[in-house]
């Protein structure tokens, strides 16, 4: 049996969950996510948790037994408490202001970059160089936070560009001079 999958899911009380034979919808005052459930998987809940159980033990079945289970668990995380991603801004002039909704980012281009992020992420700027990224869906702000990175990748000789809170960029040695 999957080490994932077996684990129980402990829901809070603020959660309500429905359970269809095709997904898991989890709702609070803050809004609602859903899950789908996968083929050969079974869902129920049981005194206030939820059990996730296969029904077959083929090979894919096994796959999907912890997958259905952490996504169960991911929208119940980011309904009660949310998720943030948070981006730094290196190098000369680099900076980010507020457009509306979205961003417009300075970063070493001929032109101002704007960026529009997905429905129910929000962006947030500390100062002009911090990026906070947040939102109820675990895969949405982790894609809006990689195409915010994909504007301007960290290189790697000088280290500019945009890059995780705590993420470690290794800087290459340039060319050395040779001398004759």
């Given at each position: 049996?999957?080490?994932?999958?077996?684990?129980?899911?402990?829901?809070?009380?603020?959660?309500?969950?429905?359970?269809?034979?095709?997904?898991?919808?989890?709702?609070?005052?803050?809004?609602?996510?859903?899950?789908?459930?996968?083929?050969?998987?079974?869902?129920?809940?049981?005194?206030?948790?939820?059990?996730?159980?296969?029904?077959?033990?083929?090979?894919?079945?096994?796959?999907?037994?912890?997958?259905?289970?952490?996504?169960?668990?991911?929208?119940?995380?980011?309904?009660?408490?949310?998720?943030?991603?948070?981006?730094?801004?290196?190098?000369?002039?680099?900076?980010?202001?507020?457009?509306?909704?979205?961003?417009?980012?300075?970063?070493?281009?001929?032109?101002?970059?704007?960026?529009?992020?997905?429905?129910?992420?929000?962006?947030?700027?500390?100062?002009?160089?911090?990026?906070?990224?947040?939102g109820v869906d675990k895969?949405?702000?982790?894609?809006?936070?990689?195409?915010?990175?994909?504007?301007?990748?960290?290189?790697?000789?000088?280290?500019?560009?945009?890059?995780?809170?705590?993420?470690?960029?290794?800087?290459?040695?340039?060319?050395?001079?040779?001398?004759?």
């Amino acid at each position: 049996m999957s080490k994932i999958g077996k684990k129980p899911i402990v829901v809070p009380s603020e959660v309500k969950v429905e359970i269809d034979k095709s997904q898991v919808k989890v709702s609070t005052s803050k809004g609602s996510l859903s899950s789908p459930i996968l083929r050969g998987i079974k869902v129920e809940e049981v005194d206030g948790e939820i059990r996730v159980t296969r029904t077959k033990n083929d090979s894919k079945t096994r796959s999907y037994h912890g997958l259905v289970r952490s996504l169960i668990e991911n929208n119940i995380t980011g309904i009660t408490q949310g998720y943030k991603k948070t981006l730094k801004l290196v190098g000369t002039g680099y900076r980010a202001k507020k457009k509306g909704q979205g961003l417009e980012l300075a970063v070493g281009y001929s032109h101002q970059v704007e960026f529009m992020p997905l429905q129910g992420v929000m962006i947030d700027l500390e100062g002009e160089d911090t990026i906070h990224v947040s939102g109820v869906d675990k895969q949405a702000v982790g894609q809006v936070a990689a195409n915010i990175r994909a504007i301007k990748p960290p290189e790697p000789y000088q280290g500019k560009g945009i890059r995780y809170e705590d993420e470690i960029v290794k800087i290459k040695p340039g060319k050395a001079a040779v001398e004759k």
